[in-house]
C-alpha cells in the first residue's frame, strides 16, 4: 500500500506557540490533500482541502489564518497552527489522495500528529 | 441532521459472535461509500469499499441500500483483533471537489 509519513507524531507546546505538521507522500504523487482534525471519541472532521500550487478551500468554522496550509509540492504539504491555544489540542491526519474527474479515487492517510497545548 | 450517522456503540460481543452495524448518509447524491476501521490512537485503515451489488471479503460483507439510504457492515465469526472503531464513509459527489464525510464511528469490542 501507499506510504505516508506524518511529523512530528507528537508534540507539546505551550500556549502561543506555533506548530508545523509535515505529512509526505512516500511513493505516490497526492495531487488532494485533505487535512483532518480528531477530537477524542469524535469522528474526522474535514479542515480544508488543498490542491497543489492551489489556495486551501477550508471548512466552515476553520480559520485559514489560524490553520495555515501549504501545498507546495506534490509529495508534500504542511499545516502550521498558529499561535496554539489548548483548544486547539487534537489529533490531526493528513490524507493525500489522488484524483480524477469522478473525485477522490484513493484516499491515504498519514499516521497522525497529536498535539497537546499547554 | 448528521450527514452521516452511525450508532456509536459500543458493541460488546463474545469472540466467534457475528455482528452488524448500520450507518444512515443524508446525502441522496452520495457516489460511493467505504468502511473504514480505526484502532485507538492510529489513523484510519480503508477496510473496504461498499457495492451496490453488496460485496465480501472474507469474514466481512458490505452492502449498499441507495433507496433507503443507508450502508451495513457484517463481521461473522468475530476475533478479538477486530475490536476496533469501525467508521462509515460516504464520497458526496462526482467531481474532484467533492466531499468525503466520515461517520462518527461505531465502537466493537470483542471479548474472550
Known amino acids: 500500500g501507499a506510504v505516508v509519513s506524518q511529523h512530528p507524531s507528537w508534540v507539546i507546546c505551550k500556549s502561543g506557540t506555533s506548530v508545523k505538521i509535515e505529512c509526505r507522500s512516500l511513493d505516490f504523487q497526492a495531487t488532494t490533500m485533505f487535512w483532518y482534525r480528531q477530537f477524542p471519541k469524535q469522528s474526522l472532521m474535514l479542515m480544508a482541502t488543498s490542491n497543489e500550487g492551489s489556495k486551501a478551500t477550508y471548512e466552515q468554522g476553520v480559520e485559514k489564518d489560524k490553520f495555515l496550509i501549504n501545498h507546495a509540492s506534490l509529495t508534500l504539504s504542511t499545516l502550521t497552527v498558529t499561535s496554539a491555544h489548548p483548544e486547539d489540542s487534537s489529533f490531526y491526519i493528513c490524507s493525500p489522495t489522488t484524483t480524477s474527474a469522478g473525485g477522490p479515487e484513493t484516499q491515504y492517510f498519514g499516521p497522525g500528529t497529536r498535539l497537546l497545548v499547554l | 441532521r448528521k450527514e452521516v450517522e452511525q450508532d456509536p456503540g459500543p458493541f460488546n460481543v463474545p469472540e466467534g459472535a457475528t455482528v452488524a452495524f448500520n450507518c444512515t448518509y443524508s446525502?441522496?447524491?452520495?457516489?460511493?461509500f467505504f468502511w473504514y476501521r480505526q484502532d485507538c490512537r492510529k489513523e484510519p485503515k480503508l477496510l473496504m469499499s461498499v457495492y451496490s451489488s453488496g460485496n465480501e471479503d472474507g469474514r466481512f460483507t458490505a452492502q449498499l441500500n441507495r433507496a433507503s439510504q443507508y450502508i451495513s457492515l457484517l463481521i461473522r465469526d468475530s476475533k478479538l483483533s477486530d475490536s476496533a472503531t469501525y467508521l462509515c464513509v460516504v464520497n458526496q459527489g462526482y467531481s474532484s471537489a467533492s466531499k468525503i464525510i466520515f461517520g462518527s464511528g461505531t465502537r466493537l469490542s470483542i471479548r474472550p
Open positions: 446525502n441522496s447524491a452520495s457516489q460511493s
